[in-house]
């Protein structure tokens, strides 16, 4: 099922972040084995959460933002990455818009255990 | 291990890729539960090969690459990312010096089924 969602040709990140503007409502644009890489456009603040089972990847495409930890934020330009570790309570804001590429496991929701609105319909490919 | 290996701090790709000129020697930059984020440099031909138990994604960072498969080549140019799926018998190629960030599990070798004089060191970190 992973391999055939996959294109068969190159994944353009700049033209799958052209086909949709929704915020905080990450698409799925390759998967490797189990892991899905998904795109993000994100302004704002989003919520405090952790993934008690799993690391979570945010590289910045564009723009910058910021994740905030309990202990210090870390802020992420274009070409910058960072990896929270499971279970590290987390939030991500930025000022303006800015477009990031999340790695993680295929199933993991973006608001955690913290659940409530801004909870996205998961496993949606651009 | 793996979560001590990784930066309290955003992981600056240009920075990282700045720390070696080696050709054909993935550096480990993050990694994710078991997954390895690996930054290479490539020039020329690499050689035909494939990775038996898993996927590996390439993600251009700097430059243009080919990816050679049987029956076709796939162009990846900057901010474009291609999966290659496990078993498939494939062969990266740059005519340019060209950057990307390769994404697989920890513990596979470069040249896969191939072996070979360009067999890289595994496991180092940049």
């Known amino acids: 099922m992973s391999q055939a969602?996959?294109?068969d040709d190159a994944v353009n990140l700049s033209a799958k972040l052209a086909t949709f503007s929704e915020r905080w409502?990450?698409?799925v644009v390759a998967q490797m084995n189990d892991v899905q890489f998904k795109l993000v456009k994100m302004q704002g603040d989003f919520v405090w959460h952790s993934h008690e089972h799993t690391d979570e990847v945010f590289l910045v495409v564009k723009g910058e933002?910021?994740?905030?930890l309990r202990d210090r934020d870390v802020v992420l330009r274009e070409g910058e990455m960072f990896v929270i570790p499971?279970?590290?309570?987390h939030i991500t804001r930025a000022r303006e818009e800015?477009?990031?590429l999340i790695v993680e496991p295929a199933g993991v929701v973006n608001t955690g255990d913290a659940g409530g609105e801004l909870t996205a319909?998961?496993?949606?490919?651009a």
């Open 65 to 68: 933002m910021e994740i905030g």
């Open 5 to 7: 969602r996959n294109a």
């Open 25 to 27: 409502s990450p698409r």
């Open 98 to 100: 800015c477009h990031a």
């Open 86 to 89: 499971r279970g590290v309570e």
């Open 121 to 125: 319909r998961n496993d949606v490919w």
